[in-house]
């Protein structure tokens, strides 16, 4: 199954994505793995990507599309992938498809990831992360036992730029602009499905899991 999972910041892409690709046997191609990895071990790439990042706004282009690319050509992602975070516009949804015709093959179905922005803003503007492990604790959903400590180091809990709610507003706004057309996009050519993504993550799983059922091997 070649598979794009879409959805707005927040919408549990990344949990979702892991599930999916376990359940289908197929590679998990993020490129905000790519980008953290970089930010983490300040690459040049990192260094530019973290400048867009830490104020909501999407990565160019021209940094992204080059490590798609290479990655859709390895040799696992030959019999079928699940990329998450590309494509985010159109643009980048018809270089995809000039990429998968250079590689004879199609996407079978992208799935939207569907949730609305104030749960949106809750999910993210909650979340603290541990200064010293990386760990992530979230206020409402999973606090630690103590305010702004964590409870698997004792070390200091933080809350991201890109979390403050003012910064996600922001990131909805771009994603509304820029990626929302994708949908679309990918309902005129017929491969679009879209589920709803509130309500606990097993649930969603399992949604996600019944509308893919009949697509790919």
């Known amino acids: 199954m070649r598979l794009v999972l879409v959805g707005p910041p927040g919408a549990g892409k990344g949990t979702q994505a892991a599930f999916i690709a376990q359940a289908r046997s197929i590679p998990k191609i993020s490129t905000g793995d790519i980008f953290r990895a970089n930010v983490r071990e300040g690459t040049e790439l990192g260094v530019k990507a973290k400048t867009y990042m830490d104020a909501g706004d999407l990565v160019p282009d021209e940094i992204t599309i080059g490590m798609v690319r290479n990655r859709l050509a390895e040799d696992d992602a ?105 949908v679309a996009y990918y309902a005129a050519k017929g491969i679009l499905i879209g589920i709803d993504a509130t309500g606990p993550v097993d649930n969603v799983t399992d949604r996600a899991l019944d509308a893919l059922r009949h697509y790919g091997d």
């Open 78 to 182: 030959v019999k079928g992938f699940l990329l998450d975070g590309f494509p985010r516009n159109v643009p980048q949804a018809e270089v995809l498809g000039g990429m998968l015709d250079a590689l004879s093959t199609r996407l079978d179905v992208v799935l939207e990831l569907v949730v609305d922005d104030d749960e949106v803003v809750r999910r993210l503007s909650g979340r603290r992360t541990c200064r010293s492990c990386g760990h992530i604790w979230h206020l409402d959903f999973d606090p630690p036992r103590v305010e702004d400590v964590c409870d698997r180091c004792t070390g200091e809990l933080f809350q991201r730029d890109d979390d403050r709610s003012e910064t996600v507003r922001h990131r909805l706004e771009v994603y509304a602009e820029q990626t929302s057309p994708l």
